[in-house]
T-cell receptor, first 114, second 112 residues
Framework: DGGITQSPKYLFRKEGQNVTLSCEQN?????MYWYRQDPGQGLRLIYY???????QKGDIAEGYSVSREKKESFPLTVTSAQKNPTAFYLC?????????????FGSGTQLSVL | DAKTTQPTSMDCAEGRAANLPCNHS???????VYWYRQIHSQGPQYIIH???NNETNEMASLIITEDRKSSTLILPHATLRDTAVYYC?????????????FGQGTELSVKP
């Protein structure tokens, strides 16, 4: 089955702890994204990567870090510098054609602070 | 990228057409209109996109006004499984730096 896999589905973070959210895709897509969603709100872009070994900050990158060592994988680390990490995190990859871009999303990770 | 305005919520009877409006009065000539939907606690799902012409696929139809200042997403025969938040997004082509920005969307409730 082709798609995007996020794990874990639920994650708990203690104060001062870094946690890493996994995102893997087997769609052979070049671009990958991380979004954050707070209750009742839209999605906000954290980081994105358009090619292996390259990534750019989105609108709310502070307190987060990413890596893109393989095309299939784009893990997100929520660092201790992120003071309000409780949110639903969504990973996506995209296919581009003729100026348009279609995103495919994973099923998300709910992060909560203990 | 142009801003979009959508109603916060809408109801629709099961089996009837759901018409979801979106206003994008500041849209530029090269900006596409995209629609995604998000079922509770899942990732958004692509529905359809268009530039000038009306579009139809297996999920929905997209009607764009001639002046391109507004559009309507039509679900022809809504089912209970269509209950979701629907996002209307306007953006420039990706190779011109456009980003997909998800606002608060319209919460559609399909009722029996």
């Amino acid at each position: 089955d082709g798609g995007i896999t996020q794990s874990p589905k639920y994650l708990f973070r203690k104060e001062g702890q870094n946690v890493t959210l996994s995102c893997e895709q087997n769609l052979n897509h070049d671009a990958m994204y991380w979004y954050r969603q707070d209750p009742g709100q839209g999605l906000r872009l954290i980081y994105y990567s358009q090619i292996v070994n390259d990534f750019q900050k989105g609108d709310i990158a502070e307190g987060y870090s990413v890596s893109r060592e393989k095309k299939e994988s784009f893990p997100l680390t929520v660092t201790s510098a992120q003071k309000n990490p409780t949110a639903f995190y969504l990973c996506a990859s995209s296919i581009m054609s003729g100026g348009t871009e279609k995103l495919f999303f994973g099923s998300g990770t709910q992060l909560s602070v203990l | 990228d142009a801003k979009t305005t959508q109603p916060t919520s809408m109801d629709c009877a099961e089996g009837r057409a759901a018409n979801l409006p979106c206003n994008h009065s500041t849209i530029s000539g090269n900006e596409y209109v995209y629609w995604y939907r998000q079922i509770h606690s899942q990732g958004p799902q692509y529905i359809i996109h268009g530039l000038k012409n009306n579009e139809t696929n297996e999920m929905a139809s997209l009607i764009i006004t001639e002046d391109r200042k507004s559009s309507t997403l039509i679900l022809p025969h809504a089912t209970l499984r269509d209950t979701a938040v629907y996002y209307c997004i306007v953006r420039a082509p990706y190779n011109q730096g456009g980003k997909l920005i998800f606002g608060q969307g319209t919460e559609l409730s399909v009722k029996p």
